[in-house]
């Protein structure tokens, strides 16, 4: 019988592998552009789950042009986010650093969204047009809207605490971009404000998690023979005999999942209202339920389980690949409870 191989999974890249610090990811940059225009760069959402559509390839080089292909899609449902306020970062030796930061009126957002105080303490006294001041009159490398999330409106998810995060702004030069925020302070925005159909997005999410897992499942190691003496499910050595310990790059048993990845060069299909295309399947989605909000289809997967809340971001990387047209001609809503 030939030898059985199979790729190594995990990549010792990654490290330490621990648990991620929150449910949702953590973007750490932004990309920047030339763009004459102020525009948000970011977005989040639930993972509800996937189907698949029929989309017509109108790629004149591809071997399908003009043939229907099935593509599996992600929907990810994405209700208005609410912006709260407007951050500004400076440069220094160690990094950037928060300058200053001005806030809506508490009075104004406590009616509107009172969830949210849930997450944050009120600010009895904040005076916005004095910070604003202050942060056009500091040295700036960056500045980033603070926005939350409005799980109220969604079904699909336990909680409704809404999660604050950061959403950088590009475009402009950063007066500009202040003013932007200083007009917008206390409303919401939706994806379409910060994204466009056909477009690609890199998207930050924690995966799946599975717990403590031994190295056979953490890092595909080979099972040993039957005949071993103590166990299978471990490895054979752990090293030279003589280092008197075992080294880092030695794969072992750990927490496996509930990391923090980001997928690049996502494409964007679709950006619809339940209301005008539905996608609820029959009987729902699994673990998850009805999509009542405005919704997005991805290509492909997404990371992490349904319910788990997902970021979006400017793609930072670009594809060498010409997006082609397509056409949706058929979206599945065929039940997947298995029956």
């Known amino acids: 019988m030939a030898k059985r191989n199979h790729p190594r999974r995990g990549s010792m890249a990654f490290s330490p592998r621990k648990r991620s610090a929150r449910t949702f990811g953590h973007v750490k940059s932004w990309p920047t552009t030339d763009a004459s225009e102020v525009r948000v760069q970011g977005f989040a959402g639930w993972k509800a789950g996937m189907t698949h559509i029929l989309s017509r390839d109108l790629n004149p080089t591809s071997p399908s042009a003009g043939q229907e292909v099935r593509v599996p899609v992600t929907v990810v449902e994405c209700p208005l986010m609410r912006i709260l306020g407007v951050r500004g970062y400076e440069m220094t030796p160690y990094g950037k650093r928060a300058v ?66 950061e959403m950088g702004l590009d475009g402009g030069n950063f007066s500009e971009q202040l003013q932007f925020a200083k007009e917008k302070l206390g409303e919401e925005y939706s994806f379409t404000d910060a994204f466009q159909e056909g477009g ?63 997928e690049y ?21 699994l673990h998850y339920g009805e999509v009542k909000s405005d919704y997005i289809l991805v290509h492909g997967s997404v990371p992490g389980p349904a319910k788990r809340l997902i970021r979006f971001r400017d793609a930072t990387r670009g594809s060498d690949k010409a997006l082609h047209d397509y056409e949706i001609t058929y979206v599945s809503t065929a039940s997947k409870q298995g029956v």
């Open 100 to 165: 200053g930061e001005a806030w809506s009126d508490a009075s104004q957002i406590s009616e509107a969204f009172p969830e949210l105080f849930k997450r944050l303490p009120k600010r009895k006294e904040h005076d916005a047009d004095k910070h604003f001041e202050n942060l056009e009159n500091a040295d700036l490398c960056e500045v980033r809207l603070i926005v939350a999330t409005q799980p109220a409106t969604v079904s699909g998810i336990p909680t409704k605490v809404p999660d604050v995060m």
């Open 265 to 285: 060069n996502k494409r964007i299909l679709r950006v619809a209202n339940p209301e005008e295309h539905s996608i609820t399947p029959a009987g729902g989605f």
């Open 200 to 262: 690609l997005t890199d998207i930050v999410a924690v995966t799946k998690g599975y717990g403590w897992q031994g190295v056979i499942k953490r890092f595909g190691g080979k099972l040993l023979s039957h005949k071993n003496s103590k166990k299978r499910r471990q490895h054979g050595n752990m090293g030279a005999f003589g280092d008197g310990y075992v080294r880092k790059s030695i794969r072992q048993g750990g927490q496996t999942g509930y990391h923090q990845r980001t």
